[in-house]
């Protein structure tokens, strides 16, 4: 065998086909090849902006001899988990079973027919801090399975059972209730931040869905204390824009670097809804921020957005943003004892990291005094331009249906709300450019990313698009079609609204217990899962009911609220207990019981065959 990456698509499968470890992708090929050598598979999953997936590369994946062990002992697999959440998804439940923890790297040993029985994430070359070397999990590993081989396969069957999990949930809930819901909100409240906003501590993450389930609620308070702690905090990114994807301190000052597309899409609609609902300009600010962001950074030519920038560069975490204060005193000039304030940078610092080289890095904060707007704009420039000169983040180039079905809505409604009253301080014609946007990346998919049949696919990049498209996938875009019809009135988002939820129902529906598998019945593996909370993006199924009960208000149709309903018949008594893992959903459930939302647009009547 050999590496065969090379003729993959995904920028985090291709950084690994120049590895001496014989990777091959996820594929029936892979586990047959496995049956006929008689040894199991390793699947190690992770993601191109993921830092410790990048140590551990560096450490064992690259080294020779490590990877002859890999080799002999094993079918070594890789996967990208943003083109095969279903692979990853599973198997991280099944680990976190395990050993009570999970994580990227994930990397998981399978019996030939696909049954984990052992794994774990990052494992270091050499025994530290309590870990066991890779190369030592290898070797115990392959003996284990050399002696004890047909014991493990024996045990598979009731593995199987375990983690078919949600699955098998019965529905418990009757009618949504205010008193539900006002009890998600109270337990909210009970987690709830009150110095820096959001909940719980560290590591603290934005949760956009819980932010919009407040706003609906009209929980203001809640929802605008943390919106205006991350707008200020190292989180988000004062100088060009959109937001990391966590912080590691409970006060969003250092972030983890990587940005996500997903998040910037579901946090920029979060702080555009928040300035609708109470008119501060500083949230329409960060909006339209985050947008100039994706649209400058992450958009390709075809309109489609690309997935992530990761968070490191020249492999070290948080180089490209970090600055130390006398590099500002030199940039600044006269500027810099306001930039310094505003931007909460010292000498001593405010950024540690034993892998970083340097001490007295800052990451910029913008709670000090803010400098007038014309210096203000002039320090971002400059920093801007400087920041410029460094080897920027790599950037995950792949395009996926459900990330960019998230950023179609936030770009039609604020597209919408800009053309119809913009605020004197946006420039002319930004509406309209945003509107366009969204439609571009809407035609884009609907172009490039649906096979021979119309369906949906999962990922494209480098003109080529793969994988069947997953119950996420169909159900965000059914969402983002209400949202183009209800903001361009044009009857095709309509009708393919009503596409998508059709085959929603036929594809992904349980006839049986209700609600939404996670995938198609022609795409299973070893069981069919329904995965059903956030994380950190909406639950497939979350998504689903949500489109088809606002589809259910436009048209009337009992068979699409029959379906949205089956959904919150499952996790209706659940959600409110748990509201920081079904955000999504409890914004459905609001909307449910909540008046109808009048449009502007005539709903056209339903095609009937």
Partial sequence: MANALARETS????????????????????????????????????????????????????????????????????????????????????????????????????????????????????????????????????????????????????????????????????????????????????????????????????????????????????????????????????????????????????????????????????YLHAWQAGGEPRFLQVCLDTLGWALREMRGAEGGFFSALDADSEGIEGRYYVWRADELRELLGEDAAAALEWLGVSEAGNFSDPHHPEPGLNVLTARGAEPPPEQRERIRSRLLAARAERVPPALDEKRLTSWNALMIPVLAEAGAALSADPPADVAPGTGEELTAAALGCAEFILRDLRDERGRLLRTYNGGQAKIDGFLEDYAYLLEAAIVLFEATCQERWFELAVELADETIERFADPEQGGF??????????????????????AGASSAAAGLLRLAQLTGEERYERHGDSVIALLGEIAPRHPAAFGHLLAAMHWRIAPARPIACPVPPLRTN
């Fill in 517 to 538: 598998f996670s995938t198609a019945a022609d795409q299973s593996l070893i069981v069919r899962r329904k995965d059903l909370e956030d994380s950190p993006i909406p």
């Fill in 11 to 270: 920028p985090y499968l291709l950084q690994h086909a120049e590895n001496p470890v014989e990777w091959v992708p996820w594929g029936a090929e892979a586990f047959a090849t496995a049956a006929e050598r008689g040894v199991p598979v390793l699947v190690s999953i992770g993601y191109s902006s993921c830092h410790w997936c990048h140590v551990m590369e560096r450490e064992s994946f690259e080294d020779p001899a490590t990877a002859a062990v890999m080799n002999e002992e094993f079918v070594c697999v890789k996967v990208d988990r943003e083109e095969r959440p279903d692979v990853d998804s599973l198997y991280m439940e099944a680990v976190q079973g395990m050993t009570g923890r999970g994580g990227w790297p994930l990397n998981v040993f399978l019996t030939p027919e696909q049954i984990p029985f052992y794994g774990g994430t990052y494992f270091p070359p050499e025994p530290r801090h309590g870990m066991p070397a890779w190369t030592q999990v290898l070797q115990a590993i392959a003996e284990s399975w050399r002696e004890n081989g047909d014991q493990i396969r024996a045990g598979g069957e009731k593995l199987r059972v375990q983690l078919s999990g949600a699955a098998r949930l019965s529905p418990t809930a009757g009618a949504v209730t205010e008193e539900a819901l006002e009890r998600a909100v109270e337990n909210l409240r009970q987690t709830f931040d009150a110095v820096h906003g959001g909940f719980g501590g560290a590591p603290k993450f934005p949760q956009a869905s819980v932010l919009e389930f407040l706003l609906a609620r009209g929980e203001s308070e809640l929802a605008g204390t943390t919106l205006r702690a991350m707008a200020a905090g190292g989180i988000h990114d004062q100088l060009g824009g959109g937001f990391a994807r966590y912080s590691v301190d409970a006060g969003w000052t250092v972030p983890h670097f990587e940005k996500m597309l997903y998040d910037n899409a579901l946090l920029a609609r979060v």
